[in-house]
């Protein structure tokens, strides 16, 4: 008891039709989202387990703090694990 | 009645004008149906013709487990790929075999609407429509009202999302899909899209059954599908073909060129196979080995003359043209990947360095649109680079072939109208 068990993990995924290459992201979650030649964030595809705190603090940041409110987390699950 | 093992199935009963609704039940018979129509669309095994090649069964059980009375089913004869002709023939020759396959559909999932979508710049094709709407709305006023519906002719607007969109009232642009596969939606009611020539063999599988269904095809993709040949051709041909038959047979019954450069197969979305692949099997099940498959029943064959490189930078020109716009990797993308494309065709060192920006930001940008448009780009133009490799290096040395100088062009590309929009900063 008392430790929480922080299974599974996340994706960050961006709905490109909303995103305006406003380039926030980047800035918020360097470690997960960098931008292409165009300013238009290429998103880290493998999934971060959801103990990585940092990781996940930078991308609600990121989700945040997009002003097209253009990204989501998605929680991934491990086949098998629920 | 049609019988097995026979061709034409689709096309049967075929003349200069479309068959009246009284013509369609003489050529297939009264009314003569299955007992369980969903079962046998489910032992079937027919896959949508539209070009992803999906199971029909599966999206129509998906749609089935939705609630809600005012459901959709969507007709899609959009016809966006240039080279494709094979919708407006099946409609021009039996609009009541799709019209009544839509009636199937619009029954197994409950839906009181059905939509045909046929692009307005093609006056001779709403007016058959149109027609054989009228002519069944006064035989038959029970089942589901038929509405015709013409967005204007873009090459995504027959994309399902684009289309529903349309039909809800916005604009004819691709919707960002979170989970895949989703359900489409017209305002409230749940939307089924199906290509036209999905709808036909759902009519025909209805009438005589899955077992006379499968006389027809592969065991992985039954029945006859319709193909559209054209470039190194007499005449562009519509063909209906058993699954299966080989590339090689293909051409030589449209009496196309049987030694061709390649093929290209499916579409603009499609992929170039090299002349090595004519004898395959042309099958999903089969092509799909190899990474290919039949698409939206496009057949290009190149002939030796031509350059392939040139043919696909118009391709890829006018693809990169017909971007909605909405994503940023797809609008500014694909005109960067074309311009690298001229630059490569250009050779020297400039086109050495655009090759490998070329190959660095296609893997960049593919998977990163809302919809599969970009990822179609890419496909086709990765297949272009590597069957005519031996092309690309002479034009990189400076020494293209005469089919690049040459000005007779074979490919179907629409004309751009302001050239200067493909060069975005
Ligand atoms: C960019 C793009 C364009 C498309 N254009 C067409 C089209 O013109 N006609 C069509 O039937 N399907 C088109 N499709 C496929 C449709 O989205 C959809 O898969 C199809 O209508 C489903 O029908 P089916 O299951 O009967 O194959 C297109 C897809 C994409 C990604
Ligand atoms: S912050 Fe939002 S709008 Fe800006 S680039 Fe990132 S995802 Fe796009
Ligand atoms: S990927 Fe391209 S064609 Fe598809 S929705 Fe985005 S901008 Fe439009």
Known sequence: MGVIRRHGQFVIRVNPILCDGFGHCAELAPEIIHLDEWGYPVIEPEPIPLADVGALTSARYAER????????????????AR | ?????????????????????????????????????????????????????????????????????????????????????????????????????????????????????????????????????HERARQNSRGPAIDLHTPPWRYIAGEESALVNWLDGKESLPQFRRHKPSILHIGRGAALVDNAETCANVALITRYGAAWYRTLGTSGHPGSTVVSVTGAVVRPTVLEVNVGTTLRSILETARADTSPQAVLLGGYGGLWVGPDLLDTPYANDVLGERGLSVGAGIVVALPRAACGLVESHRVVRWMAHESARQCGPCAFGLPAIAEDLTQ???????????????????????????????????????????????????????????????RQRYLAVPNLEKEEELVWE
Do not use: W, Y
């Open chain 1, 65 to 80: 703090g997009c002003p097209r409110q253009a990204l989501f987390i998605e929680r991934v699950h491990e086949p098998g």
């Open chain 2, 1 to 133: 009645m049609i019988p097995p093992r026979s061709l034409p199935r689709l096309f049967a009963g075929a003349s200069e004008r479309p068959n009246s609704l009284q013509q369609h039940h003489e050529i297939f018979g009264g009314s003569t149906r299955v007992d369980n129509p969903f079962d046998e669309l489910q032992s079937s095994g027919l896959l949508g013709r539209g070009g992803a090649g999906f199971p029909t069964a599966k999206k129509v059980e998906l749609l089935r487990s939705q609630r809600g009375h005012h459901k959709f089913v969507v007709v899609n004869a959009m016809e966006g790929e240039p080279a494709a002709h094979k919708d407006f023939r099946l409609l021009s020759t039996n609009p009541h075999l799709v019209l009544e396959g839509a009636e199937v559909l619009a029954r197994l999932i409950g839906a009181d609407r059905i939509a045909v979508c046929v692009a307005r710049d093609n006056p001779t094709l709403v007016n058959h429509v149109e027609r054989a709407i």
């Open chain 2, 344 to 406: 490569v065709i250009r050779g020297g060192r400039d086109g050495q360095a655009a090759r490998t920006r070329l190959e660095q930001r296609c893997s960049s940008i593919e998977g990163r649109g809302a919809c599969r448009h970009p990822d179609g780009v890419i496909r086709f133009l990765r297949s272009a680079l590597s069957v005519f490799h031996t092309d690309l290096e002479s034009h990189l040395a400076g020494a293209p072939c005469a089919g690049a100088r040459s």
